[in-house]
Every structure is written in C-alpha cells, then in structure tokens.
C-alpha cells in the first residue's frame, strides 16, 4: 500500500488542528494541538472534516478500558493512533491512486480514525454519500450507532414486521437509530430509558415506553419476539423472562461492567446458555462493512431516520462533549463540529 506523501498539492494546509490524546486517562488528556496532515493510502480518501460524531467507542479508547480493548491492538500502555474520534461527515479533498467510489467535492459520512481533526483520512469501503437528507452533523453522528443499530435487528436478531420490540437504552446512541430503524421495519416498538428522555423516544416513533429509574421491563409481565439491549447491564435471567418462548435476545452493549471486562461475562453466559433453551441469546460486534452504511444511508435518505442529534460542541470543547456524555446528560448523540468556515452546501 503507497502512501500519498503529506504535501499539499491539493492546495490543503500541511498541517491541521486535531484532539490529541498521549496516554490513555480521563477527558483532561485531551489537548488541541497543531499536528500534520494525515497521509492518504491508495485506497483512502482525504476528508475535510465538517462534523465528528461522538459515541461510547470513542470514551472506551480515550480510557483504554475495559483493559481487554488494549489487548486488541488499541495500544498497551497509551493509545497507538494520538487522534481520537470515528465518526465522520464531510468532503472529499483528495483520493488515493485506486480511489474509484469517490472524487474531490464529494461530501461523504462514514468512519475515519482520527476525526476530531481538520483533516481525516478514511479507506473508501467505510464512507457512503452523504444522505441530502441529512445535515453534516446529522450524517456524522450516524455510521457507529446507526450501521449496530441496523446490523443488531437484522443481521442478528432477524426482525420481522409485526414483531414486538424491547429497546433496552432507547435514549442513547444505538438506541435511537434502533427505535426508528425497528418502526420502519414493521415492528411494534417498546423504549426503555430515565425519565427526562421519554419524550424523546416517543418523538422517535416508540409505541410503548418504561421508566427504567420507576418500573421494570423485564419484570415478565410482557413478553417480547426480539430484545435488543444497549443499556444497563440486566442479568441475562431477567431479560429472558421478558422473552417470548421463541424469542431472540441481542446483547448489543452496556457501560459500568468493571475495569478489565467491561462486564462481557453477561454476553458469555448468554452465549454458552442459548444451545440449551428454546430461546435465541446472543451478542455481536459490528462490522464496519460498505453494505450497512450505504443501507443504513437509504433510511436516513428517505426520512425514516433522523439521526438523533443532541448537543454540538466545537473541536476545542471536545472534552466537555465526554464530560456530558460521562454525566449521562446527552440525547441521542452529541456532534463536534470542526471549523467554521466550511462551506456545508450539498454538490
Ligand atoms: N456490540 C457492538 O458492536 C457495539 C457497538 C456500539 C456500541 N456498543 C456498546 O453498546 C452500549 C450502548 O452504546 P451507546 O453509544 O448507545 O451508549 P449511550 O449513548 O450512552 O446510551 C446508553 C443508553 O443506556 C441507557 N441506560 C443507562 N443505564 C440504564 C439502566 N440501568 N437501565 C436501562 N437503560 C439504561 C441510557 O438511558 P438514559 O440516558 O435515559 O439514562 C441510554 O439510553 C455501550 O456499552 C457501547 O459500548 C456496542
């Protein structure tokens, strides 16, 4: 793979502001610096960033916990990639020799390593148009949460219309593109979240919602077809004795699982146990694949999906964006948006 050299021959700055990150820690190590340019590879796409989209991965790689994560590659000691953020919209300044999807102007959204920056540079498998729909801060808060959202009713939990829903985190990231993607798929929709956000996922289409601080979804006075769970933590025991007989349950997430795991011994147990039950438990991680973010672009396209954004921030105030999301205070998903000079007009 060649690398483009760092020169701006697309008329680009060499250098760039950009969130740094030297050790893992809390949102104090993150500092805005002055940094160069990323280089592209043939295959990548240099990316003018409008808007950086902030979720759960990237608080999980500014703390290198649950320790596990450092294990997959992320860095032992410190984070091995200084720039911090995934989520991205904007346009295509400069393309790679093996480019062929995308051309300078293009305004694209998608995942880029290092998108709380200027500049980012993203493989071109992992950008989709931007929806014309969608605003760039809108498009950027969408791939992470919206392609889980979308992989966990589909890919694993094999929705069909008709069925019932719970959406355990309704409020959260993965839970609003959830709640939207399961309505516009036929299903019968129940959100669970804290009190203050169940105005916001009944405007997001919910049929039903429970007050996790007051009552208890899984208390088995209702039984659902599929539970998709991004939030809390609730034993596998209670989430199936809200599953039908046949029922399927994901296990997408949940925060407070402790330093080293991170809690994954629930999606364990759920695994090792579901060969012996009549119900489906299962967890998965989401793949970054081109076919759920150009799917994912189609709901969002056609308005049966507004991505869920909440509080924008701009690129020097990322911290306090993890500090909201740390608090618990942030509906939907919070947006960085980076310069205020770009020109946000769709080509
Ligand atoms: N498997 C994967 O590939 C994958 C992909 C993306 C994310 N994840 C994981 O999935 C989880 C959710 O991610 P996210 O970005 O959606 O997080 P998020 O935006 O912080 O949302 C968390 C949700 O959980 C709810 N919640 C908190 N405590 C709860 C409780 N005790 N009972 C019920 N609900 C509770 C919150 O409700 P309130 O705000 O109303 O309190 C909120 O709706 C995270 O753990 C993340 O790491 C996994």
Redesign the pocket.
């Known amino acids: 793979m060649t690398n483009t050299p760092n020169t701006p021959t697309d008329n680009q700055p060499a250098t760039m502001q950009a969130i740094v990150q030297r050790a893992y820690g809390s949102a104090d190590q993150l500092a805005l610096e002055f940094v160069d340019r990323p280089a592209i590879a043939s295959d990548e796409v240099l990316i003018e960033v409008h808007a950086a989209g902030l979720?759960?991965?990237v608080?999980?790689l500014m703390t290198g916990t649950p320790y596990l994560i450092r294990l997959a590659g992320f860095g032992l000691t410190k984070p091995k990639r200084p720039i911090q953020g995934l989520d991205v919209a904007g346009r295509v300044v400069a393309v790679g020799s093996d480019v062929t999807r995308f051309s300078p102007g293009d305004n694209v959204f998608g995942i880029a390593s290092g998108s709380f920056a200027e500049y980012a540079a993203a493989k071109q498998d992992k950008l989709a148009p931007k929806p014309s729909t969608a605003t760039f801060e809108q498009a950027a808060i969408s791939t992470?949460?919206g392609i889980?959202a979308l992989?966990?009713l589909t890919d694993i939990g094999k929705l069909q219309a008709g069925q019932h829903v719970l959406v355990?985190?309704?409020?959260?990231?993965?839970?609003?593109f959830t709640v939207q993607l399961a309505k516009s798929l036929g299903a019968e929709v129940t959100g669970?979240?804290?009190?203050?956000?169940l105005d916001l996922i009944r405007s997001l289409g919910a049929d039903h919602v429970v007050d996790?601080t007051t009552d208890d979804?899984t208390d088995g006075s209702q039984q659902y077809d599929l539970i998709i769970d991004?939030?809390?933590?609730?034993p596998v025991r209670r989430l199936r004795r809200a599953l039908t007989s046949r029922g399927t349950l994901v296990?997408?997430?949940?925060?407070?699982g402790g330093r080293w795991t991170?809690g994954i011994g629930r999606q364990l147990r759920a695994m090792l146990l579901s060969p012996f039950v009549k119900q489906r438990l299962t967890?998965?991680?989401?793949k970054e694949a081109r076919s759920s973010i150009e799917g994912l672009a189609e709901f969002i396209q056609s308005g049966d999906v507004v991505p869920a954004l909440g509080q924008s921030f701009a690129l020097e105030n990322t911290a306090d964006a993890i500090r909201a999301?740390e608090a618990?205070t942030?509906?939907?998903?919070s947006v960085i948006v980076v310069g205020t000079d770009r020109d946000d007009s769709d080509s």
């Open positions: 979720d759960r991965g608080w999980h992470i949460s889980t992989q966990a355990i985190g309704a409020s959260g990231g993965v839970g609003t669970v979240a804290s009190t203050s956000k996790y979804a991004t939030g809390g933590l609730t296990i997408v997430g949940g925060e407070n991170g967890t998965f991680i989401s999301m618990g942030t509906r939907g998903k």
